[in-house]
């Protein structure tokens, strides 16, 4: 009996390949996003959230279930474009627009009610962090922002939610302690992104525009609020103290 590759030519094997890879990537992707959320939350989630020392902030439950309701509405999206169910998946889409808005609002508020809560409860001060979470909800938001103004445009449409899920993933890669003390939570988070990358350039041939320009600007944007975090120059250090005062 002839093995599989006399029997089917490799380009023949490789086209497969991609339409399967076309089929299942986000789908495969939004399962992905959960693996890293449920594996990088496990770690802190019971001291810092269920049987903390020193109970939580209420707002932070929200919070936490907010972010946890995005991804399985990610997930959820992804399987109704799987299955072809596009008219249930564009209704549920303004579901998604209105949970993504809130994230950005909670977002924001949390990080600052966490601010001042870790600076008199826990006694530990960072104001300059705000960077990362205010960097976070920027880049999620505007990834979300365009992707429901290009709701039509089904190309650049699920590349941005892409982006805009992969932009919450540095929360739960910065559980883990090495990758926090060395700031690479964010250089993990473009790793993912760069699976996106890897994809078009397999089935189609080519970096989609939506790649092209959100990376290196969501690369510059990293560094900047690593930059603020890390060095804290004198505005940046003021500019905290007053919104955490």
């Given at each position: 009996m002839a093995s599989l590759s006399q029997t089917v030519p490799g380009s023949k094997l490789a086209t497969r390949r991609n339409a399967v890879l076309d089929e299942y990537f986000y789908f495969g992707m939004s399962l992905v996003f959960a693996a890293i959320v449920a594996i990088g939350f496990s770690?802190?989630?019971?001291?810092?959230?269920f049987h903390p020392a020193i109970p939580r902030p209420w707002l932070l439950w929200v919070h936490a279930m907010a972010f946890a309701s995005w991804v399985a509405f990610y997930i959820l999206q992804s399987a109704l474009v799987r299955s072809q169910n596009v008219w249930l998946h564009r209704k549920l889409g303004w579901f998604g627009a209105g949970l993504g808005a809130l994230m950005v609002l909670l977002g924001f508020t949390v990080a600052v009610i966490m601010g001042r809560f870790d600076a008199v409860q826990l006694h530990f001060n960072d104001p300059t962090f705000l960077s990362i979470p205010f960097y976070d909800m920027l880049a999620f938001g505007a990834c979300l922002a365009l992707a429901?103004?290009?709701r039509r445009k089904p190309e650049l449409h699920r590349r941005l939610l892409f982006l805009a899920t992969c932009c919450l993933l540095d929360a739960p890669f910065?559980?883990?302690d090495f990758l926090f003390n060395h700031f690479l939570f964010f250089p993990c988070l473009d790793v993912v992104i760069l699976l996106g990358v890897v994809r078009d350039l397999l089935v189609d041939r080519r970096v989609n525009v939506v790649y092209r320009y959100a990376l290196p600007l969501m690369i510059a944007g990293q560094t900047f609020a690593v930059y603020l975090w890390?060095?804290?120059?004198?505005?940046?250090?003021r500019t905290t103290h007053a919104i955490l005062s």
């Open positions: 770690r802190t989630v019971n001291q810092n959230l429901i103004s290009w910065g559980r883990f890390h060095w804290s120059p004198g505005w940046w250090l």
